[in-house]
């Protein structure tokens, strides 16, 4: 069993390359995008729904773990208090952590993305500079940080080594 934590802006292929990975790992997809999308329904201020849906990610993440299923936690993960979750829960069920990047070289190719995906109410549909808001920075832990250019396939069976690699050190 194994948490895996994506990273990455918007539009770089986070949720993509996760709904791929989570059935040949296999793992159980928790996108704070759907958590969020669900706390607002509910009519939840978005400055509450934020914090309120990684609380819930952490809950259920923890919930599955415990269960027996590995987890694949999908969100941009600027903020150091994400990783530190993430790390945390991992050594509080003793499963393995493991953190996987994804970036988009191509600005124009992210802005497509954001402009023409299936977007729910909580998507930027514009790109943003996520390390100039106040508290946010790259995550400190190794990580595989993967192209997103690349096609899907190629990404899934990268980060299937890594994971691999990782499992037997």
Not at 57 to 83: C, H, K, T
Not at 104 to 127: F, G, K, Q, Y
Request: proline share 7%.
């Amino acid at each position: 069993m194994m948490l895996v934590q994506m990273h990455g802006e918007p539009g770089s292929g986070k949720t993509t390359l996760a709904r791929a990975l989570a059935p040949r790992i296999p793992a159980i997809h928790v996108d704070k995008d759907v958590v969020m999308t669900g706390i607002m329904k509910a009519r939840i201020p978005r400055e509450v729904a934020g914090p309120a849906s990684y609380e819930t990610i952490w809950d259920l993440a923890r919930s599955f773990l415990g269960q027996g299923y590995s987890v694949i936690v999908d969100s941009p993960a600027y903020w150091p208090i994400i990783e530190e979750r993430g790390q945390g829960l991992a050594r509080e069920v003793g499963v393995e952590y493991f953190l996987i990047e994804t970036r988009c070289a191509d600005n124009a190719e992210i802005e497509r993305r954001l402009s023409t995906r299936d977007a729910l109410p909580t998507n930027p549909r514009r790109r943003q500079d996520w390390l100039a808001a106040p508290g946010t920075r790259e995550p400190s832990r190794q990580r595989l940080t993967l192209d997103t250019l690349q096609p899907v396939d190629a990404l899934v069976e990268t980060a299937l080594d890594y994971l691999r690699v990782g499992t037997r050190a």
